[in-house]
Each structure stands twice: as C-alpha cells, then as structure tokens.
C-alpha cells in the first residue's frame, strides 16, 4: 500500500486528527454531514458483456441545513478492500468479489460487493414472446432437520403430491433449521435465514410461499388435502402475474445464472435466486424407515443477496415493469462449504410482489438445475 494513500485515508476517517489539504472537489462540494450511502447500478457482472461489465456507483448523504438527501457522486472518492482507488464507472479486469466503499472528508459509506463472472450462461429463446400467458408456480417449503423423528412423515406426504396434477404448479425447496437441525447435513446460514423469516410452528412444517399458507404434520393422503386446498386457493388458473426463463452454469466455486422476468401485470417486482442442493445422504436421519428418507433434495444452501439473513432471503426490488416488458439479471451462487457437491445444485428464480395485505408474495418461480442448463417460460398449455 502506498503511505501518501494510508495516510490520505487516515485522515478522512479519523476525528479530530489534524485535518487534510482539501481538494479541489471538497471545496465545492454542498454541505453535507452524516454517513454516505452508495449503491450500484449492478451487482453482478460479466467480464464478457463490455457494455453490461461497467458498474455505475451512486452516493448521496443529508444536507447539513436542509436534511434533504444529496446527491454527491461527483465529491466522493471510490476504494477496493485493498485501499486502491476505483473508478467510477468502474470496469473490473479480473472475475472475482469487489467490495467498494466511498470516502468523504470524515465520512465513509457502507460495502457494496460486486460480483464479477467470466461468462453468464446463455438465456433459451422465448418460444412465443407474445405470449403473456404464465403457468403458475408456488414455493413449497419443508421445514424439517436430521432430529425430527416425524419429519419422514411428510416427506411421504410430499412423495404422494408429486404424483398429483398440482405437481405442476410448485417448486420444492427442504429447509434445515431451527431446533431439529443440530448436526444436519443439510444446514446452511441460508436455511437459517429462511427459518427465521418464517418461524415455523413445530416440525415437520410446510409453508407455501413466504406468507400464504401453513400446513402442519398431519400424516400421509391428509396432509396432501391440506397442501392441495392451500394450493388452489392461491395458484391462478389463467395465468401468473410474471413469467420467468433462466440459464445456469457453474464449477466448483460458484453456480451462475441468467435469469428475465417477463410481465403480464404492470406492478413493482422483486427477485430471488435460490442455490439448492439435491441427493444430500444422511445415515442419521431420526425416524427413518425407507432409504428415501435418508435422501435430502432441494436443500436451500445460499441466495444471491452477498448478506444473508431473513430481511434479504426474500429479494429484492428490480423496479417497476409494465405490461410485456422484460427484466434481464444475473446471479453469482458462491459455493462456500467443501461439503457441498456443485454438480447437484440448480437455482430456484422467485419473483415476487406486494399482495392485497401489502406484503411482498411470491408472484411465480422457475428452477432449473446444472443438468437441465436452461428452462425457458413455462405457458399454459
């Protein structure tokens, strides 16, 4: 590191110390106080899309007399975890993680972490692009853990529903957490991040969606009832809000994804993309009478928000989209325990919106795994 920039940094975090020369921007800049907020256009990207590889950071902090929030980009100076100063627009050379801060006279903001990939998996083509007619899938989550001897029973019940025509109109995700998890094979700071969003009333315990619907133990064929009424009182028949189409690609560091959303209804979205990982053994399994309880599919491993806890497992907000207009993203999964096997992975895609109680509800989901590669929109036949 070079001392004139250690020093140069010094000065502008540390109170009371003998204050810097002020450059020329410092001297025109508004007045300004209190922490700096910075954002970024984009936070994956890909080293072979030139024009999407460049990142736009934006910073804005209070106005010292009014309190209205500024705009100060122009001011304010960009660092790497190095301490190396960082363009902005900044074009990374090298895939990898980029955590950039911004500093001001004694003010510095919060982390923006960049995820930077070599190549983004390439989207299918849209089969029928007017065609704005979705089917309609839900988010079933098992609540379950290697210590709940009752857990097998649902995974039983969830056997006999995949044999239903609601098959169609869900995806499975197993989250092991909470109390029944000590020691599970399948835990992950992603499923505690689900379980704590959810709190789960006992084990085993199947939510639908974020807030939709619960449905508790209740053995076998009744348990079905019970997901299927949940399930038709919720999935649309003619067709979901959003349509998604995704690509995944990945190696033994991370799995990659492409993902569009395509609107039928014009609304705010927000979007999610889920790591799972399938065919986990556990000899362990407590209640187990059959090898397939032993088998855990779907576990959720990490999301594509770099911080992970229950105010970010649901997504975030990819702006408005109007009838017909598409939304292109793109997510970095790191892969973060040597316990986990990268070729049974895929990525659940969750888009999602704010529902008749004001609350962001999962609108539809697509997942497709490192076999399958692609999955393009799902219509209704």
Known sequence: MKITKYFALLCAATVG????????????????????TLTADKTEVALDDEEECLVHFTAEMKNAETGAIEDVTAFVTLYDSNLDEVSNPFRPEASGIYNIMASYGAESSNTVTITVMGSLPELPEDPDANNFAFNHRAVLIDHTGVNCGYCPMM???????????????????????????????ANSAAANALNDLQDPNG???????????EVGNYGGQTTVNYIIKALDGYIKKDG??????????????????SAQVKANVAQEYKAIAWLLESNIYSPNQAGATKAEHKIYNYAIRNISNPKVDKNTVTGESIGVLEHGETKNLAYALPITSTKWNWENMGV?????????????EVVNSLYCSLVDKSKTYEYLN
Do not use: R
Request: hydrophobic letters at 40%.
């Open 240 to 257: 979901a809000d959003a349509g998604i189409a995704l690509a995944v690609t990945g190696d033994t560091t991370s799995i990659y994804c």
């Open 348 to 360: 659940l895609v969750i888009v999602s919106a704010k529902d008749a109680n004001n609350h962001w």
């Open 155 to 185: 995974t039983d019940s969830l056997l006999l529903l995949e044999d239903t025509e609601w098959h169609k109109h869900y995806n499975e995700v197993t989250c092991h957490a909470g109390s029944m998890a000590g020691g599970d094979p």
């Open 203 to 213: 084990y085993p315990n199947v939510k639908i969606n974020f807030n939709t619907a």
């Open 17 to 36: 110390f003998v204050a810097c020369t002020p450059t020329e921007k410092e001297q025109v800049a508004p007045n300004v106080s209190g922490n700096i």
